[in-house]
């Protein structure tokens, strides 16, 4: 067997190889993720119904712990769609968002429902995966010396005007 036929017997295996490759990657079912904002679930909900999604935000309100799942709020600053997870998922959840704090920023995976049949019709998305991809933290809210002023002035005119109101009503009894 010469040089050139044995190099072309090798290549030709190589190429049936990555034909097979090719192929076993092009026949297995991928699943398709998709990054969507609130909005997008919102106004196009028939579009991603049953489909596998990926959405991110701010984690708000409480975790609230129904047995071995939990209910959180993901918030992308334009809506908040509510998430069902596993409970040892939502443990990985440091701090939601309120007044005093800054939620912790997650990414979810999994199955958007447009009517959730389980959950009384509702729109949300059952999470099989959730990344923290930003802690969360609290926060010290500072009033404005100007919003204190202003403040101290209404009170002002308040308690002006129900003394007048008073003085008004005791002389009106005394005629």
Same mark, same amino acid.
């Not at 040892?88 to 007044?99: C, Q």
């Given at each position: 067997?010469?040089?050139?036929?044995?190099?072309?017997?090798?290549?030709?295996?190589?190429?049936?190889?990555?034909?097979?490759?090719?192929?076993?990657?092009?026949?297995?079912?991928?699943?398709?993720?998709?990054?969507?904002?609130?909005?997008?679930?919102?106004?196009?909900?028939?579009?991603?119904?049953?489909?596998?999604?990926?959405?991110?935000?701010?984690?708000?309100?409480?975790?609230?712990?129904?047995?071995?799942?939990?209910?959180?709020?993901?918030?992308?600053?334009?809506?908040?769609?509510?998430?069902?997870?596993?409970?040892?998922?939502?443990? $990985?959840?440091?701090?939601?968002?309120?007044?005093? =704090?800054?939620?912790?920023? &997650?990414?979810? !995976? /999994? #199955?958007?429902?447009?009517?959730?049949? $389980?959950?009384?019709?509702?729109?949300?998305?059952? =999470?099989?995966?959730?990344? &923290?991809?930003? !802690? /969360? #933290?609290?926060?010290?809210?500072?009033?404005?010396?100007?919003?204190?002023?202003?403040?101290? =002035?209404?009170?002002?005119?308040?308690?002006?005007?129900?003394?007048?109101?008073?003085?008004?009503?005791?002389?009106?009894?005394?005629?």
């Amino acid at each position: 067997m010469s040089h050139v036929t044995r190099h072309m017997s090798h290549v030709k295996i190589f190429l049936k190889a990555i034909l097979i490759i090719i192929s076993t990657c092009y026949l297995l079912p991928v699943t398709c993720y998709s990054q969507v904002s609130s909005s997008d679930l919102i106004n196009n909900a028939k579009q991603y119904d049953g489909k596998e999604i990926v959405y991110s935000g701010e984690v708000i309100g409480d975790v609230m712990v129904r047995g071995n799942f939990a209910w959180i709020n993901v918030n992308d600053t334009k809506n908040a769609i509510g998430i069902w997870l596993p409970r040892n998922l939502a443990k $990985e959840i440091s701090i939601t968002g309120s007044y005093e =704090a800054k939620g912790d920023i &997650v990414e979810v !995976k /999994g #199955k958007f429902n447009r009517v959730c049949i $389980e959950h009384g019709g509702d729109l949300d998305v059952h =999470a099989y995966m959730l990344n &923290v991809i930003k !802690k /969360g #933290k609290n926060v010290d809210e500072v009033i404005s010396p100007r919003k204190i002023k202003v403040a101290i =002035a209404f009170l002002i005119i308040c308690l002006t005007l129900a003394v007048i109101y008073f003085i008004r009503l005791f002389y009106s009894k005394r005629r």
